[in-house]
């Protein structure tokens, strides 16, 4: 039996249902973060020493760059290279549109805590385009699916790293997947829409989704026997590739993997060992790195999915059991998410050697951890599917008892999390006083560049702040891929224009007397917090 409003006429799967499963992520969204957060004013947003000012300072850089191919270039940090707003996970299609949008519409000073609101949101709209292919019109699948993948725990953990809230593209991938299941015809122009925007947004949630395209097409093609449905999934990938010169130029092909592979991987514990009604004392981040991995389900949720082993589930009207090569990809994804390196709690189970040939790629998705992500979507999807053939009040029961039991499970997640982002201030970096003493500069030749001595967070992203608050070329970044000469000091401060440029050097790696045998002639010092700022004094 269908669970229908009192008003006649609403089908969940019509606008009605849409509207409301997007006004429950955004008010989800504005329940679970402090005041200030979402209109980016509140103090987690003022500090030069996290992630956030990375992604931050980039946006700003970007759009004060000018108009230039390739378009996400941004031309004065890593300068004068140049590096692209992917790379310092900006959200490439975000942050364009603001730029396009700047010279019409009054943007926020910070818009970050609006990319949050609009993640929520569209995670209740792909929730409901999910649940709408599972059962075209039932206000108790909505509902329940909804609630359960709006709330996610491992969704709201990801809160710090902006781009990877994108899990509505999971979702979407999903609802594409069983769309195509139940017509039993290609979706090529809705994959290609879905998969270029999300190129764009976040290079692991593309790889996830594509993993789902693979197994779309290759189910149906098991299903039609038509070779064309295979072949469709090229579109996608030639529609990105189409992009990347205009967008992206030469900087996709240059980045510089990162090692990591194998320490931030996923516990085998993950999905049930750390909530708050029963967990497991043994469920522990064994590498340091597993909080990649945190993709605890909730004990409502993992109650349901025990339940849907059980006689009381069944496949009701339209069921459309996962094909087997989504349930492939699936493992592979689970897998994946474990590494080479399996733990269960603290205990190394298992190490199984990468073929060598796999290693870039490897490399290039070191954090593992995160591709349990559309696992953990379709067990909601599929878990809730087995459960139509109930009549309305068993329903509605199972319901109340799964979101009552995974509420009380996963609140006091949500409470960390709100906390964490009550975090002070912290700015090093007087942009004031910085700005005095860079006046009449325009580039600012940094020692050491990123990842060189151990020069990272605290070194570097400050400076990042004050080249993209006050307009000044940076010589190097906290970005992404990147890689540099570390032993090119003195050949980068001899082919430099004294009258324009600054010198900055970290108290903690470099003596006075180191500082001033790479200085030009006429340079004065002074010290800035743990910088050494010097310039050629003027006449």
Request: aromatic share 12%; with cysteine.
């Amino acid at each position: 039996m269908t669970v229908r409003p009192a008003l006649s006429g609403w089908k969940s799967s019509g606008a009605a249902g849409l509207v409301l499963s997007v006004l429950f992520g955004a008010a989800f969204a504005l329940a679970v973060t402090p005041k200030g957060f979402i209109a980016g004013t509140s103090s987690y947003w003022h500090t030069q020493v996290e992630d956030i000012a990375q992604y931050y300072s980039g946006y700003l850089a970007y759009l004060r760059a000018p108009w230039s191919l390739p378009l996400l270039s941004i031309p004065s940090l890593n300068w004068p290279s140049g590096t692209v707003v992917t790379f310092v996970d900006a959200i490439p299609v975000f942050s364009l549109t603001l730029k396009l949008l700047s010279p019409v519409v009054p943007l926020p000073d910070n818009p970050f805590g609006l990319w949050v609101l609009l993640c929520f949101a569209l995670q209740g709209a792909a929730a409901w385009f999910a649940a709408s292919q599972l059962r075209d019109d039932d206000w108790w699948v909505l509902g329940l699916t909804v609630l359960l993948c709006v709330a996610m725990p491992s969704l709201t953990a990801r809160m710090g790293h902006l781009s990877l809230q994108a899990h509505f593209i999971l979702l979407f991938s999903l609802g594409l997947y069983i769309r195509t299941r139940r017509r039993q015809q290609s979706l090529p122009g809705a994959w290609t829409l879905l998969l270029v925007a999300a190129f764009y947004i976040n290079f692991y949630l593309t790889a996830m989704a594509l993993a789902v395209l693979a197994a779309c097409q290759i189910d149906l093609w098991r299903k039609t026997g038509n070779k064309r449905d295979l072949a469709l999934a090229a579109v996608p990938l030639l529609a990105i590739a189409a992009t990347v010169p205009p967008m992206l130029g030469l900087a996709f092909g240059e980045a510089v993997a990162d090692p990591g592979f194998g320490y931030y991987s996923m516990n085998l514990l993950a999905p049930v060992g750390r909530g708050s009604l029963i967990s497991f004392p043994f469920s522990v981040d064994a590498t340091g790195g597993q909080y990649e991995g945190y993709n605890y389900l909730g004990l409502g949720l993992i109650g349901l999915t025990g339940l849907a082993f059980t006689r009381l589930a069944r496949p009701g009207a339209g069921w459309q059991r996962p094909g087997l090569f989504l349930v492939l990809a699936l493992a592979a994804c689970t897998v994946y998410a474990l590494s080479n390196e399996i733990y269960v709690g603290p205990v190394h189970l298992l190490h199984w050697r990468v073929p060598g040939f796999l290693m870039p790629l490897f490399e290039t998705f070191r954090s593992s951890g995160r591709f349990f992500w559309p696992v953990s979507y379709a067990i909601v999807l599929y878990a809730v599917a087995r459960f139509t053939h109930l009549e309305r009040l068993p329903r509605l029961g199972l319901a109340a008892a799964v979101l009552l039991v995974q509420a009380v499970d996963v609140k006091p997640t949500f409470a960390v999390v709100r906390h964490a982002l009550k975090r002070e201030a912290n700015e090093p970096a007087d942009i004031a006083q910085w700005n005095a003493a860079l006046a009449g500069a325009r580039t600012i030749h940094a020692f050491p560049k990123f990842k060189c001595n151990g020069a990272l967070i605290r070194e570097i992203l400050p400076l990042q702040m004050v080249a993209a608050r006050g307009g000044y070329n940076l010589t190097t970044g906290f970005i992404s891929r990147y890689g540099a000469d570390c032993d090119a000091i003195a050949p980068e401060i001899a082919a430099s224009d004294p009258a324009t440029s600054a010198y900055v050097f970290t108290r903690a790696q470099f003596s006075d007397e180191q500082i001033a045998a790479y200085l030009p002639a006429g340079a004065a010092c002074r010290q800035l917090d743990i910088w050494i700022v010097c310039r050629k004094e003027q006449p």
